[in-house]
């Protein structure tokens, strides 16, 4: 790691490659992985590795996650930050439902706490926009658990620059974690709003599930440099902005260990023109 940091809220120092851990559930990110020790190995292997900031959420697994993350790793202590989400629901046929209600956050929120063992979570975010629920009911709902000492910062995922003002409005805002890679970069207004608030930007869907043939000049990058298409692509994001947090999942050690490898990568002024 390159040791490039920044800091959520201001005082939660985090190296800016993290580790997102939905992959760590079952097919569908329903259910228990099929090899729950190799996700056990791989959650070890990334804070071996110097990851210091994990993402989670309520709905992987359900509950799968967060429960994992809890048994494996002592994620109250000080030198990893976890963050979770609350505000989707699951079901059998693997649909991902908003429910932005503030009773069922502040229940939501309990069990996450629960799951990963902690008095305290580090980042809590929600996780969707609720069109059921007025979007200034859902925020007020973190802001009251902050105020409560319950969460030590708030976030928001999957929200315009919009619903970002007006969340700002009612509480200060952490992060925000949207989808943004090399090939999607519809959020980039959400972006450019992050950096003139000194917010921090978790890109979801970092590597495109790795389609990335349509970017042009990737490959040859990535030749260059003898390393995968993807690791270019992480190399990106971090070079694309001293506010991105992107936080790539994985249940293979060996694409983890690639992973954090690209922080180390130097893209060329050159390469970045090709990129953008």
């Known amino acids: 790691m390159t040791g490039d940091t920044f800091d959520i809220g201001g005082d939660l120092t985090v190296d800016r490659l993290g580790f997102g851990a939905m992959r ?24 071996e590795l110097g990851v210091d900031f994990i993402d989670t959420a309520d709905s992987y697994g359900p509950g799968v996650s967060e429960r ?34 503030p009773d069922y956050l502040r229940n939501a929120y309990l069990c996450s706490r629960d799951r990963l063992g902690v008095d305290t979570i580090d980042l809590y975010q929600l996780h969707r926009p609720d069109p059921d629920t007025p979007f200034e009911d859902s925020v007020h709902a973190l802001a009251e658990l902050k105020d409560a000492g319950l969460v030590e910062h708030v976030g928001l995922s999957n929200v ?3 619903q970002l003002d007006r969340a700002r409005d009612i509480v200060d805002i952490a992060t925000v974690q949207n989808q943004y890679n090399v090939a999607n970069r519809d959020a980039q207004a959400v972006l450019d709003a992050c950096e003139d608030y000194g917010i921090g930007f978790i890109p979801w869907f970092p590597l495109a599930a790795g389609e990335l043939g349509d970017v042009d000049g ?5 030749d260059r440099h003898d390393v995968t298409p993807h690791q270019i692509a992480l190399a990106w994001l971090l070079e694309s902005s001293d506010v991105t947090l992107p936080i790539p999942g994985t249940a293979s050690i060996e694409h983890l260990e690639q992973n954090v490898a690209a922080a180390d990568i130097e893209l060329t002024d050159e390469e970045l023109a090709t990129l953008t």
């Open 24 to 47: 760590i559930t079952g097919e569908g990110i329903i259910g228990e992985p099929d090899d729950v020790d190799n996700a056990r190995e791989v959650l070890r292997r990334a804070v």
């Open 68 to 101: 994992l993350l809890g048994e494996t790793l002592d994620v109250g202590r000080e030198d990893i930050v976890v963050a979770t989400k609350g505000g989707l629901l699951r079901n059998t046929d693997t649909d991902w439902l908003p429910h932005g209600d």
């Open 160 to 162: 315009s620059v919009d």
């Open 218 to 222: 990737i490959d040859d990058i990535a």
